[in-house]
C-alpha cells in the first residue's frame, strides 16, 4: 500500500510542493528555521555542487523543522506553535493575510500553485515577494508566534490573549497543558472550535477596544499605567516602557 502524501491544510498542494504547509502565513522554511534573506519563501541556495537540487549546507544535515510546543506536530503544520491559544496566523502579524472566518487558516487561494495563498502573495510564478518576517514584537530571541510572553509585560500570552484560559494551564508554564489533537492541526482540542477539520482557533481580547489585542498591547485597560506596573509593580519597570527590565 502506497503511502499517503500529506496535504496538510487542504489547498490542494501537497506539503512537500507547498511553501506554507499549514496556511498560516508563515512560510516553511522560516518555520523550519531555515535561510530566506529574501523573504520569497525559498531556502537561500548559495552553492549545489552536484547539481541535485539541494544547497550544499543541507547534504547530511537537514534542518530541524522544530516541535516548539512538543505536541508532535512540527511547527510548519502547527496552527498554534507555542500552544498558548493564540494562532500563528495572528501572531505571525503578516498584514494581508485573510481570514474570513476567523479559523487560523488563511482564506485558501493560490494561482500559482506554489501553497502561498494569493492573499500575501504577489508574484505569479512559484514563491513569493518580500513575504514579511513574522512579528517579534518584544525584539528578544523568539518572533511572537513562539514566545510565550510576546510584549514581554510579565505576563504570558494565554493570559493576555484569552484571561478564562488560565485554568488550561495549571502549572503555568504559559502552554496549554493537553496536547490531545484530534484533527492534528496543533490547536489542543481544550480550545479547538471544530476537531473534525484543519483549522479552529478563538477569537482574541482586545479589553480597551482600541483594535490591539491585549497579547500586544502595553496598556490592556488603556488607563495610562502599563500592564508590567500594575501586575508587577512599578520597581520591575523602572524606565516604564511597559516591558519588564532586564
Not at 176 to 188: A, E, P, Q, Y
Not at 208 to 234: A, C, L, Q
Amino acid at each position: 500500500t502506497p503511502l499517503s502524501i500529506p496535504d496538510s491544510d487542504g489547498d490542494g498542494q501537497e506539503d512537500f510542493l507547498d511553501l506554507d504547509s499549514d496556511n498560516d502565513s508563515i512560510t516553511d522554511v522560516i518555520e523550519a528555521g531555515g535561510i530566506d534573506a529574501d523573504n520569497n519563501g525559498i531556502y537561500d541556495q548559495t552553492n549545489d555542487s552536484n547539481s541535485n537540487g539541494l544547497d550544499d549546507s543541507l547534504e547530511g544535515n537537514a534542518l530541524s523543522s522544530p516541535d516548539t510546543d512538543g505536541d508532535g506536530q512540527p511547527d510548519f503544520r502547527d496552527l498554534d506553535s507555542d500552544n498558548d491559544s493564540l494562532g500563528d496566523l495572528f501572531e505571525g502579524g503578516n498584514p494581508d493575510a485573510i481570514d474570513s472566518d476567523n479559523d487560523g487558516v488563511i482564506d485558501i487561494a493560490d494561482s500559482d500553485g506554489d501553497g502561498l495563498a494569493d492573499s500575501i502573495d504577489t508574484n505569479p510564478s512559484f514563491g513569493g515577494t518580500s513575504i514579511p518576517n513574522p512579528i517579534n514584537s518584544d525584539s528578544d530571541s523568539l518572533p511572537n508566534y513562539i514566545d510565550p510572553d510576546s510584549n514581554d509585560n510579565g505576563v504570558f500570552d494565554i493570559i493576555d490573549g484569552q484571561p478564562s484560559l488560565s485554568v488550561l494551564d495549571t502549572n503555568n508554564d504559559g502552554q496549554i497543558d493537553d496536547n490531545t489533537d484530534i484533527d492534528n492541526d496543533g490547536i489542543s482540542d481544550a480550545i479547538d472550535t471544530n476537531t473534525s477539520v484543519f483549522g479552529g482557533i478563538p477569537d482574541l481580547i482586545d479589553t480597551d477596544g482600541d483594535t490591539v489585542p491585549d497579547i500586544v498591547d502595553p496598556d490592556s485597560d488603556n488607563d495610562g499605567i502599563p500592564d508590567s506596573i500594575e501586575v508587577f509593580g512599578i520597581e520591575n519597570d523602572l524606565d516604564k516602557d511597559g516591558q519588564l527590565d532586564g
